[in-house]
Nanobody
Framework: QVQLVESGGGLVQFGGSLRLSCAASGSFFSINLMAWYRQAPGKQRELVATIISDGKINYADSVKGRFTISRDNAKNTVDLQMNSLKPDDTAVYYC????????????????WGQGTQVTVSS
């Protein structure tokens, strides 16, 4: 069974930094895409950043220049370094991945982590 486990959330002051980490565990063949989403109270879940297996990266406009996504393919982890945090960044952050479970089949599957709370005080 595949699991995504996040860590690193917490409370930080305006302008501060946090680093989120997510580790994929279980039985799978490869990870195509890893990403971070977030959901603030009363709002829809939104994409923060994605990184695919060839290293191509995309960011939401709201976090460009402040957040950095990185990936360790050998460890099956993805990190999100968040700098210059603002109260608007307050949300539950979710790790997301698209995995291929076996070498024999090309089907890909989506997985979500349980979420980690990030709170930025003004």
């Amino acid at each position: 069974q595949v699991q995504l486990v996040e860590s690193g959330g917490g409370l930080v002051q305006f302008g501060g930094s946090l680093r989120l980490s997510c580790a994929a565990s279980g039985s799978f063949f490869s990870i195509n895409l890893m990403a971070w989403y977030r959901q603030a109270p009363g709002k829809q879940r939104e994409l923060v950043a994605t990184i695919i297996s060839d290293g191509k990266i995309n960011y939401a406009d709201s976090v460009k220049g402040r957040f950095t996504i990185s990936r360790d393919n050998a460890k099956n982890t993805v990190d999100l370094q968040m700098n210059s945090l603002k109260p608007d960044d307050t949300a539950v952050y979710y790790c997301y991945a698209i995995l291929r479970l076996s070498a024999q089949r090309t089907n890909q599957y989506q997985y979500w982590g349980q979420g980690t709370q990030v709170t930025v005080s003004s």
